[in-house]
């Protein structure tokens, strides 16, 4: 088992649209969990941060985490073209090692 | 702009060869991550660094060496390159006790 899956996608939402991406992880002692998004051929970016279970909010963007069923989520609502992108899980599984999913590629359609 | 910048941009090396990146952290950023991201895939972790000394390490293997010099900036080595060393290498910056990361532009290498 994977220690952070995330479906590959090609996730297609049309514009306007709530896209919704999902991560589940394998260590129960995770404490720090982060989305990062990544254009083609560029580096990921961080766009949100969360450490307790529930969502978090900025923006446009809802975190969630569950910690008992170890699953985290990005909403990204009104959904724009320029977010079409992958979106990288990624969680911290103690001390200095930060794990990534594979990510999931979203395209928002005009 | 994240501030983390990395050199060179791209770089073709020959199988057997030995390379250097190199990694300015973001100021004030005192610890420094290396990660390791083949196509498709998510970044591997391979080392941190932090006081001018490893302080974390993924899975692999000792040809992937680094340093971290007394302003923070830090270089991963890898001798030996093998074919499969091709990938975008990351670096990202962080304060330390804090698990957020930022990520330079990353380092294209192909080896042929």
Same mark, same amino acid.
């Given at each position: 088992?994977?220690?952070?899956?995330?479906?590959?996608?090609?996730l297609s939402?049309?514009e306007g649209a %709530?896209?919704s991406?999902?991560?589940?992880?394998?260590?129960?002692?995770?404490?720090?969990?982060?989305?990062?998004?990544?254009?083609?051929?560029?580096?990921?970016?961080?766009i949100?941060? %969360?450490?307790?279970?529930?969502?978090?909010?900025?923006?446009r963007?809802?975190?969630?985490?569950?910690?008992?069923?170890?699953?985290?989520?990005?909403l %990204?609502?009104?959904?724009?073209?320029?977010?079409?992108?992958?979106?990288l899980?990624?969680?911290?599984?103690?001390?200095?090692?930060?794990?990534?999913g594979?990510?999931?590629?979203?395209?928002?359609?005009? | 702009?994240?501030?983390?910048?990395?050199?060179?941009?791209?770089?073709?090396?020959? !199988?057997?060869?030995?390379v250097?990146?190199?990694?300015?952290?973001?100021?004030?950023?005192?610890?420094?991550s290396?990660?390791?991201?083949?196509?498709?895939? *998510?970044?591997?972790?391979?080392?941190?660094?932090? !006081?001018?000394e490893? #302080?974390?390490?993924?899975?692999?293997?000792?040809?992937?060496?680094?340093?971290q010099?007394? #302003?923070?900036?830090?270089?991963?080595n890898?001798?030996?390159?093998?074919?499969?060393?091709?990938?975008?290498?990351?670096?990202a910056?962080?304060?330390? *006790? !804090?698990?957020?990361?930022?990520?330079g532009?990353?380092?294209?290498l192909?080896?042929?």
């Amino acid at each position: 088992q994977k220690e952070v899956e995330q479906n590959s996608g090609p996730l297609s939402v049309p514009e306007g649209a %709530i896209a919704s991406l999902n991560c589940t992880y394998s260590d129960r002692v995770s404490q720090s969990f982060f989305w990062y998004r990544q254009y083609s051929g560029k580096s990921p970016e961080l766009i949100m941060s %969360i450490y307790s279970n529930g969502d978090k909010e900025d923006g446009r963007f809802t975190a969630q985490l569950n910690k008992a069923s170890q699953y985290v989520s990005l909403l %990204i609502r009104d959904s724009q073209p320029s977010d079409s992108a992958t979106y990288l899980c990624a969680v911290n599984v103690g001390g200095n090692d930060m794990r990534f999913g594979a990510g999931t590629r979203l395209t928002v359609k005009p | 702009e994240t501030g983390v910048t990395q050199s060179p941009t791209h770089l073709i090396k020959t !199988r057997g060869q030995q390379v250097t990146l190199r990694c300015s952290s973001q100021s004030g950023h005192n610890t420094v991550s290396w990660y390791q991201q083949a196509l498709g895939q *998510g970044p591997q972790f391979i080392f941190q660094y932090y !006081r001018e000394e490893e #302080n974390g390490r993924g899975n692999f293997p000792p040809r992937f060496s680094g340093l971290q010099f007394p #302003n923070y900036s830090s270089e991963l080595n890898v001798n030996a390159l093998e074919l499969d060393d091709s990938a975008l290498y990351l670096c990202a910056s962080s304060l330390a *006790g !804090r698990t957020e990361a930022f990520f330079g532009q990353g380092t294209r290498l192909t080896v042929v």
